[in-house]
Nanobody, 128 residues
Framework: EVQLVESGGGLVQAGGSLRLSCATS????????IGWFRQAPGKEREGVSC????????YYTDSVKGRFTISSDNAKNTVYLQMNSLKPEDTAVYYC?????????????????????WGQGTQVTVSS
């Protein structure tokens, strides 16, 4: 059974940090890119970041560049999203997802439709 389980969310003040984890099981981790998405109330889902160990690629949406860092621990089948300098506009439910696609499709990493599996999400709330 494929599972993606997010953890690490919570309530933090603006300027603070959180580290999200996406623990995966049930598929060959090295074959998949893992993306992070978020959805705030009343807003569309947004791609935040993505990592592919097999292609050696990382991607970020512009609004988090320089603040968020994605990393992967292949031994633990887990992807992390280190979030620093958090802002109230980062408040959302954060989801991780897994995609097994060629590199040329991964160029569209922020399209949710390329992902095969999704987690249930973890809430991140940033207070001002």
């Amino acid at each position: 059974e494929v599972q993606l389980v997010e953890s690490g969310g919570g309530l933090v003040q603006a300027g603070g940090s959180l580290r999200l984890s996406c623990a995966t099981s049930g598929f060959t981790f090295a074959d998949y890119a893992i993306g992070w998405f978020r959805q705030a109330p009343g807003k569309e889902r947004e791609g935040v970041s993505c990592i592919s160990s097999s292609y050696g690629s990382t991607y970020y949406t512009d609004s988090v560049k320089g603040r968020f860092t994605i990393s992967s621990d292949n031994a633990k089948n887990t992807v992390y999203l280190q979030m620093n300098s958090l802002k109230p506009e980062d408040t959302a439910v954060y989801y991780c997802a897994a995609a097994r696609v060629p590199l040329w499709i991964l160029a569209g990493w922020d399209r949710g439709t390329i992902y095969n599996y999704w987690g249930q999400g973890t809430q991140v709330t940033v207070s001002s």
